[in-house]
Each structure stands twice: as C-alpha cells, then as structure tokens.
C-alpha cells in the first residue's frame, strides 16, 4: 500500500520522521546488546525470557538494509521485521509466549555486511501502545488504531511518531472512506 502524503507532512517524511522513525525507549531495561560486523550475511545471539514478557528488538546499520527475525527455543520465527518506521533499519516489539532462551537473528536483506548495533530489552509501555496502533492500521483497523495512537501520546507526549502515526491512520481512513486506490 502506498500512501500520498498530503501538504507538509510530506516534508516530515522526506526527513524520516514519519510513522515511528524516531521512536526512543523511556528508560528500559536492557537484556542483550551487541555491536558488530555482519559477514557475509547473518549473525545469531540468545537471550532468556519469560512468558508474558515484552520486549524491544531493535537491529540498526548505517551499511546495510537490516532484517531482524526472533525464533523460539526450538527454532521456530515468531516475529520478524525488515523496515521500521519509515527506515531501513529493523524493529520487533512483541510478547514473549513462552519461557526459555530465544534466539534473535540479524541479517542483511541484500547479502551484504556491515557494522550494525542490537539490542533486545524489555519494551516500554510507549513501545507497547505504538506498536499496537501499527498492527491495526496494517489490519485496517482505522479507529481503533487512531484511538491506540492517541493513548500513545498520552503516555508520552513527546514522541512525534505517535502524532505521525496517528494523522496517517486518520488519512487513510478518510481516503478508504472517499472509495481512493492506494495500489
């Protein structure tokens, strides 16, 4: 689905700010953080967690189009992200289903190395609340992911993604309402 940005959110978006770029944790605790080289392609690290557990995955290059995939003890992907919030640079925010070690995949999308930083921590309730709005606009789910945006930004006000976020999901509510083709 592509989206025409209207007036001057589009020089919001030229700027990367939009839906989520930008998006910085309130103070979280840290569970796994690495820096390092991808080479050629893919590198594997585990942490342990716990059932009902949130937590942040975030994957972030300068040289390369980053992916991050999250498996469980026995191998199986239970989330996975390529570009987040307006970058190429990878986010996963979800809840852990089970106890055990997780193993958290960082790859290159086109092959290539490069330097990257990762860390996994336990998700903010921002995090939380944001992440949720995303999930419902991809669900199509205009209200209730205005309405999710909204308790975003009452948990913290200063985060301009959840704004962002939040105009998006109302404007594409109001194109889909008009009968507009976003294809």
Wanted: charged letters at 15%.
């Amino acid at each position: 689905m592509s989206l025409r940005i209207v007036g001057g959110l589009a020089a919001l978006a030229a700027v990367g700010i939009w839906s989520g770029a930008g998006v910085e944790p309130a103070r979280a605790q840290t569970l796994l953080e690495e820096t390092g080289t991808i080479v050629p392609a893919e590198q594997r690290y585990t942490f342990d967690g716990t059932a009902g557990q949130s937590v942040t995955i975030t994957l972030a290059s300068e040289d390369f189009d980053s992916v991050v995939l999250l498996q469980n003890a026995a191998g199986e992907e239970i989330a996975a992200n390529d570009d987040f919030g307006g970058t190429l640079n990878s986010t996963v925010i979800v809840t852990l289903p089970e106890n055990g070690t997780y193993t958290v995949v960082a790859r290159s999308f086109a092959g290539n190395g490069g330097d990257y930083q990762l860390a996994v921590r336990i998700s903010t309730p921002f995090e939380i609340t944001y992440s949720k709005a995303m999930s419902l606009v991809q669900e199509n789910q205009y209200e209730a992911a205005i309405a999710a945006y909204t308790d975003a930004i009452a948990i913290d006000d200063s985060q301009p993604s959840a704004y962002l976020g939040r105009a998006e999901a109302y404007l594409t509510q109001v194109y889909v309402e008009q009968g507009e083709d976003f294809s």
